[in-house]
């Protein structure tokens, strides 16, 4: 007989805990896993930008990766590399659009869980959970920023939602006798 178990597996990359639950291991070959909570919180799909995915612009330390939206209040970071040379960098964001002064003088942290980003060889995946705050209709740009030298590492621009307009029509009756 196969022996089948029922168990939360609990993965820890760069800090922040990915929690992989409802996992069904049968004869520890085949995995059934029927959903993912990132960081603790489960969150939906339904936003218009979730999907997504830009590349990094690369400006210093290496930074590179694929940005992907992957939920309402959740991106990754796939591909990731960053050669861990500033002293403090995090997860900064714009609500406006970019240039290095706006992010330098309006930028701010946008991580849930805030916690200086590790190093990456490109062969990992960061996901990073948003501030309850913060929305994808909220956030231009995403960016990895060094605080104590004010320096972007890299960022990517994200596009404004798209918006649904009503179009109200009205017609007029002519009646001549």
Request: contains cysteine.
């Amino acid at each position: 007989t196969k022996n089948k178990t029922l168990f939360l597996v609990v993965i820890v990359l760069g800090g922040k805990k990915m929690f992989l639950c409802e996992t069904l291991v049968v004869s520890l070959v085949a995995v059934l896993v029927s959903c993912v909570v990132v960081n603790g919180q489960s969150c939906g799909t339904d936003h218009p930008l979730v999907g997504y995915t830009a590349d990094f612009t690369m400006l210093q330390h290496q930074w590179s990766g694929k940005f992907e939206i992957i939920s309402n209040c959740a991106f990754k970071v796939s591909n990731f590399k960053y050669d861990g040379g500033g002293p403090a960098a995090y997860w900064w964001g714009l609500t406006t659009p970019y240039t290095s002064q706006n992010l330098r003088n309006n930028g701010f942290r946008v991580e849930k869980v805030e916690a200086t980003i590790p190093s990456g060889n490109g062969f990992g995946t960061v996901t990073v959970t948003i501030k309850d705050s913060l929305s994808w209709d909220d956030l231009r740009v995403i960016s990895g920023y060094c605080e104590p030298f004010q320096a972007n590492f890299g960022h990517v621009t994200i596009p404004l939602p798209p918006t649904t307009t009503t179009t109200t029509a009205t017609t007029a009756a002519t009646t001549t006798t």
